[in-house]
């Protein structure tokens, strides 16, 4: 059983689309969305600099349209379930039928200028936890009065909170903590600084006519599989400023019997998690047009 899944912020690196716009069609097709949210998606894939794509505005549409762009490159693919860690969660909603491409686009672009209208009220940020015990850090961030924004499992936990509190956790470490590692992101998302987002999306939700998904949604709000598009759109909108508890979605992987992962483009975060949390599940960074045989190939074995 085939798992696809989406990475969220801080995967884009600049330059990462350039390759794939040389595919047949990839580059009318971005086109085609730029327009449709204003938003110049090839010039900010591969032409910006790391501080323009940093941005929560540019970086969540760029990072669906990656992600939409090499899914589709794969071809028509039935994967037996989809998931995505935070925005990457409206690319599998297009994964699953949920929403079709321009309307995921559409909503992302939404989101990223709601969330980067939050993030400005407040400075804020995130720092990721290499190592330790999950209950004792957990206790510990909440004692500093951090949100354990990403349970990622494998040994790694994201906190947000303001710029003082995270530069508290990196003066007062959790016991086993190895590291603490600043994210270059624009704000404290899924945390209650995000709530004026919430908002915003709800609005923007209501103009959408979800489909029911065609395959297993399993949602990072708590690792469950979601059968109506009706609440993958509820849990959409909700996540924002909930934590995202990817620890749960991989298992759920386990429990429907995943076999192999596949983590469409900027790969490399979530097959890092899952190749630590799910041994024996074979894992695949689809990162360049140059993994798409490969991927191919993974996908008439499993899927």
């Known amino acids: 059983m085939l798992v696809l899944v989406a990475p969220g912020q801080g995967a884009q690196t600049p330059g990462f689309l350039t390759p794939w716009l040389e595919l047949p069609g990839a580059a009318d097709r971005l086109g085609a969305w730029s327009d449709a949210i204003g938003l110049d998606l090839a010039h900010y894939g591969t032409q910006a600099d790391a501080d323009a794509i940093r941005d929560t505005a540019v970086a969540q549409p760029l990072l669906v349209a990656a992600g939409l762009l090499s899914a589709a490159a794969l071809g028509d693919i039935v994967p037996g379930a989809v998931a995505g860690h935070s925005v990457g969660e409206i690319t599998a909603a297009a994964y699953a039928g949920v929403l079709d491409d321009t309307a995921a686009l559409t909503l992302v672009r939404k989101r990223g200028l709601a969330m980067a209208e939050a993030a400005a009220i407040t400075e ?58 600043p994210l270059k992101v624009a704000g404290a998302f899924h945390t209650h600084h995000m709530g004026p987002a919430v908002e915003k999306l709800a609005e923007a939700a209501k103009e959408l006519v979800p489909a029911d998904p065609t395959v297993a949604y399993v949602s990072n709000k708590d690792g469950r599989t979601v059968t109506t598009g009706a609440e993958v759109l509820e849990r959409l909108v909700g996540q924002v400023a909930n934590p995202v508890r990817w620890d749960l979605c991989m298992e759920t992987f386990k429990e429907l019997g995943v076999t192999a992962l596949i983590e469409a483009c900027p790969a490399g975060t979530l097959t890092g998690l899952a190749k630590r949390a799910l041994p024996g599940v074979k894992t695949l960074a689809l990162k360049t047009p140059d993994d798409l045989d490969a991927a191919r190939e993974l996908v008439a074995e499993h899927a």
């Open 124 to 181: 804020t940020g995130m720092s990721a936890l290499l190592g330790g015990d999950p209950e004792v850090s957990v206790a510990h961030l909440e004692k500093l009065g951090l949100t354990p924004a990403n349970m990622n499992g494998a040994g790694q936990i994201v906190a947000a909170g303001t710029m003082e509190q995270l530069a508290a956790l990196n003066e007062d470490k959790p016991e086993g903590v190895r590291k603490v590692v």
